[in-house]
T-cell receptor
Framework: DADVTQTPRNRITKTGKRIMLECSQT?????MYWYRQDPGLGLRLIYY???????NKGEISDGYSVSRQAQAKFSLSLESAIPNQTALYFCATSEDRFVGGYTFGSGTRLTVV | KQEVTQIPAALSVPEGENLVLNCSFTDSAIYNLQWFRQDPGKGLTSLLL?????REQTSGRLNASLDKSSGRSTLYIAASQPGDSATYLC?????????FGKGTLLTVNP
C-alpha cells in the first residue's frame, strides 16, 4: 500500500456541488499539506496542518476548507465547486522541519464543469 | 517569502548527454532542498533530499548539490536516457512549508 493515499483519483463534478477529497497516510508524520497544481503556475499551498488541532491557511485557501480527522487523515473540501478549481490536487506529509523530506500522494485530478 | 526559480523551463538533449538542471531560491534559511520527478499527469516522486547541513547527495546517475550562501541547487544527470524524460521540480523547505519552482521539462531524444 502507498504511504500517502488520495481518493478519488479522478473526479468530474458540476459547478456548485460540494466535493471532498480525502488523504490518509501511514508514515506517522504529524504534518500534512494540500497543494494544487495548475499548468504554468506550479504547486501552490492551499492548507497545512501540523497536528490535529493546528490547521492553517496557505496561499490560496479561498473556496476551500479542510478537516484533520486524525493524525493520519486530512480532507479537503470544496464547498461550492467552480470551474477555475479544476486542477490536480496533491496531499503531502512531512516530519517536523522536513526531516526526511516530503512524501506526496498520487494526486486527484478534479474537473469542474 | 521564499521564491524558487528553475532554469531552464524546458530542455531537449540527445541520449547519452550529461546535463544540469538549476534551481535558485531567495531565502537562504532553508531546512533542506528536495528534487522531484513528475511524469505527465502523475504524482511527484522524490529523487534526492539535501538536508541543511549537507552539500550534496547522490543516487545512481543523479547528483544534487546545495549552496545556501548563493541560493542555488543543481541536479546533475549523467548519461541521460529516454526514460529520464519528465518534469523535474525542486522544493525548498523553510518555515512551515516547501516552496516549489515551476519545474524543468526534460526531453531525452533517442
Amino acid at each position: 500500500d502507498a504511504d500517502v493515499t488520495q481518493t478519488p483519483r479522478n473526479r468530474i463534478t458540476k459547478t456548485g456541488k460540494r466535493i471532498m477529497l480525502e488523504c490518509s497516510q501511514t508514515k506517522g508524520h504529524d504534518r500534512m499539506y494540500w497543494y494544487r497544481q495548475d499548468p504554468g503556475l506550479g504547486l501552490r499551498l492551499i492548507y497545512y496542518s501540523f497536528d490535529v488541532k493546528d490547521i492553517n491557511k496557505g496561499e490560496i485557501s479561498d473556496g476551500y476548507s479542510v478537516s484533520r480527522q486524525a493524525q493520519a487523515k486530512f480532507s479537503l473540501s470544496l464547498e461550492s465547486a467552480i470551474p477555475n478549481q479544476t486542477a490536480l490536487y496533491f496531499c503531502a506529509t512531512s516530519e517536523d522541519r522536513f526531516v526526511g523530506g516530503y512524501t506526496f500522494g498520487s494526486g486527484t485530478r478534479l474537473t469542474v464543469v | 517569502k521564499q521564491e524558487v526559480t528553475q532554469i531552464p523551463a524546458a530542455l531537449s538533449v540527445p541520449e547519452g548527454e550529461n546535463l544540469v538542471l538549476n534551481c535558485s531560491f531567495t531565502d537562504s534559511a532553508i531546512y533542506n532542498l528536495q528534487w522531484f520527478r513528475q511524469d505527465p499527469g502523475k504524482g511527484l516522486t522524490s529523487l534526492l533530499l539535501i538536508q541543511s547541513s549537507q552539500r550534496e547527495q547522490t543516487s545512481g546517475r543523479l547528483n544534487a548539490s546545495l549552496d545556501k550562501s548563493s541560493g542555488r541547487s543543481t541536479l546533475y544527470i549523467a548519461a541521460s536516457q529516454p526514460g529520464d524524460s519528465a518534469t523535474y521540480l525542486c522544493g525548498g523547505g523553510s518555515n512551515y512549508k516547501l516552496t516549489f519552482g515551476k519545474g524543468t521539462l526534460l526531453t531525452v531524444n533517442p
